[in-house]
């Protein structure tokens, strides 16, 4: 089965599923085709209601560096390089998503609530 699966770079939660998937796809037959997606191209530079400014200004940030990413994700696609954005996706997600990795893999801790974490600008 191939999966088209829609990631942003800045995304703590897309990097979460995408790290599932890898760990479902080795007890499934699925192939995952990785697709570029952008928060701040959908959103914006808005900040969620509430998210402190600080925050926001992280959160932009790593929304307009994770731009850079995409593009090299669609050259790599444009060049017919695919398994090379899954190693770039997870090069990337292993430093810029490891906190939110860590909390996620922190059962019964209150930081690992859905609730409790947020994409940039979503």
């Known amino acids: ?21 890898t760990e479902v796809r080795e007890v499934r037959d699925i192939e995952v085709n990785w697709r570029s997606f952008s928060l701040l191209l959908r959103d914006g ?9 600080e925050i926001a200004a992280i959160a932009l940030q790593a929304s307009r560096q994770s731009l850079r990413l995409l593009r090299l994700f669609e050259a790599l696609r ?11 996706y997870f090069a990337w997600g292993s430093v810029s998503s490891r906190p939110a990795r860590r909390r996620h ?3 019964g801790s209150s930081a690992s609530s859905p609730g409790n974490m947020r994409c940039p600008s979503g």
């Open 45 to 53: 530079d808005h900040a969620p209601a509430g998210m402190p400014p």
């Open 105 to 107: 893999q922190s059962p």
């Open 78 to 88: 444009h060049d017919g390089d695919t398994a090379l954005i899954e190693r770039l």
């Open 1 to 21: 089965m191939l999966l088209d699966v829609y990631v942003d770079p800045s995304c703590p939660w897309s990097w979460v599923a995408a790290h599932w998937l």
